[in-house]
Structures are given as structure tokens and as C-alpha cells.
């Protein structure tokens, strides 16, 4: 699996309460081309999927469920976040090391604000755990 260092959203983020990822990433400002009024319009989901690599690097525990969400915003700050694509409750007994969740497999179409990342919502205590994810050039599988 390739990852450019600057498409890197969690690198071993320890995820113990909700909490945006470590890294946004910047998609940047829209221009407009040449010969047209108007700027172009974004959306990084169509045409080729984009894959999102996700892993559990340290198990987790004290929590019971973890959700991960994708969130877009036009500013950094993420003021006025809004949700992409959520993956539901993760169970506990699936957090262990080695992990890597389905969910976000590729930046889904909608995805159509300047700034990126995830975040994440752990059910319960959590006392230990940790992720690494990215963009990346492929997803591993198996």
C-alpha cells in the first residue's frame, strides 16, 4: 500500500473520546478555467474511486461501539461539519490490532466541500485504542 505523508488523517491516533482526526486534509480552492464564468464545481467521490485506508493499531477497550464518520467543511476549523458517510457501530470485539474496518473503503460521491477528514465517536469508556488512516493509492485486503 502507497500513502503520501500529506494525505494521512490519523497516524496511531489514540481514540479515547470523540474526536475529529489528527490531520485535515486541504482539497483546495476551486478555480475557474479558462474561457468560463463560472467556477468549477467539486465533487472528489465521482469518477475513479478514491480508497480510504483504515487500521487498528493498538486494540481498543473500555468502550463498547465505535462509529467513524466522514466529514467535509468549507474551512479548516470544521465549524459546520457535515457527514458524508458513517459506518455504524463497530463492536469492541472487532477493535484489535491489525483491524481494518470496511467502512470508508473510497471517498464517496457528495463529497464536495474544500476540507476532509474522520471522525471518531467511541460508545462508552475508552480506555485504549488507537487508528492509522489515509488516503491512499489502493486498499490492502487480507
Known amino acids: 500500500m ?13 481514540i479515547t473520546a470523540a474526536a475529529g482526526s489528527t490531520n485535515v486534509i486541504d482539497l483546495g480552492a476551486i478555480g475557474t478555467a479558462f474561457g468560463h464564468a ?3 464545481a467539486r465533487d ?5 474511486r478514491v480508497p480510504i485506508s483504515i487500521a487498528v493499531t493498538e486494540a481498543f477497550a473500555g ?11 468549507d474551512n479548516a ?3 459546520s461539519p457535515r457527514t458524508v458517510a458513517s459506518s455504524g457501530a463497530i463492536p ?8 481494518r474496518p470496511s467502512f470508508p473503503d473510497h471517498v464517496p460521491e457528495g463529497t464536495d466541500e474544500r476540507y476532509l477528514r474522520l471522525f471518531y465517536t467511541p460508545a ?7 487508528i492509522t488512516a489515509a488516503v491512499s493509492a489502493g486498499r490492502q485486503s487480507g
Do not use: C, H, M
Open 2 to 14: 502507497i500513502i503520501d505523508d500529506t494525505l494521512v488523517l490519523s497516524e496511531n491516533q489514540a
Open 38 to 40: 463560472a467556477p468549477l
Open 44 to 48: 472528489v467521490g465521482k469518477g475513479g
Open 63 to 73: 468502550l463498547t461501539t465505535l462509529t467513524i464518520a466522514l466529514q467535509v467543511d
Open 77 to 79: 476549523g470544521f465549524s
Open 92 to 99: 469492541v470485539a472487532a477493535l484489535v490490532a491489525g483491524y
Open 124 to 130: 462508552g469508556t475508552a480506555t485504549a485504542g488507537r
